[in-house]
């Protein structure tokens, strides 16, 4: 699959125009603009950044996933004269992770959204939807509807679905993904890895973190405690009731309240 034309670097989206800053990475599959409506909710009082990570939105494709290169790309976009509150949910949470842990003086306070400083083995069910992405004949698409129905048996659930499709883009009478499902698909198992023997040498980030969780998740558990106090021992953690690892997107008001705290 060839990448639709990009320009290269990171795309982003400012929200707001004063106060400190406040920078989102969103998750597998995710774009910058999911983030909207919390960063909107911001945006009266901080400076709002949403990035596409690589392979993602509008961001330039690689050659493979790295997470060490990701965090480094998002760490081009801040400064240490204008440190930032970085926010960052699931493949996302782990770059900011990485962000904060590889450049320190770039982030004021970090806020990791369902996931932990570990290796996950839930593959699995994203090869599928990669997989049913791949095999979608998008030349044979005339609406976007029917691509929801060509997905319908491999990913049932509706919400699961529309996101995906969210990636889904028309132009020029040609449809095709943002998303470079090629390397995505190939390297799975380096999304859902942690870096752990590239970070020796590397010290805990000693700033103000803030873990949310889905209460019906199981990313972050109490087996993951001993990594997240190791590498982050200044953090305290919120479950949010009745939400998965989507926490910002079936909870945004109670997410967004939580997150309000933290930067104040």
Known sequence: MSAPTR???LHTTSLGESGSR???CHGLFGQGKNWTRIGRALADTHRV???DMPDHGRSSWTEGFDYLDAADRVAELLSADDPVALVGHSMGGKIAMLVALRHPALVERLCVVDVAPVA???GSEFAGYIEAMQALDLDALERRGDADTALQEAVPNPLVRSF???N???HDDTWSWQ???DVLGRDL???GGWPEDRLRGVAPYDGPVLWIAGQNSDYVTDEYAAAMDRWFPKNRRVTIKDAGHWVHSEQPDVFTEVLKRFLA
């Open 179 to 181: 998303l470079n499902l």
């Open 189 to 191: 198992e380096a999304l």
């Open 7 to 9: 320009a290269p670097g």
């Open 120 to 122: 996950y083995h839930h």
């Open 49 to 51: 950044l949403l990035v």
């Open 168 to 170: 889904l883009r028309h």
């Open 164 to 166: 995906l499709l969210q």
């Open 22 to 24: 406040v920078v989102f």
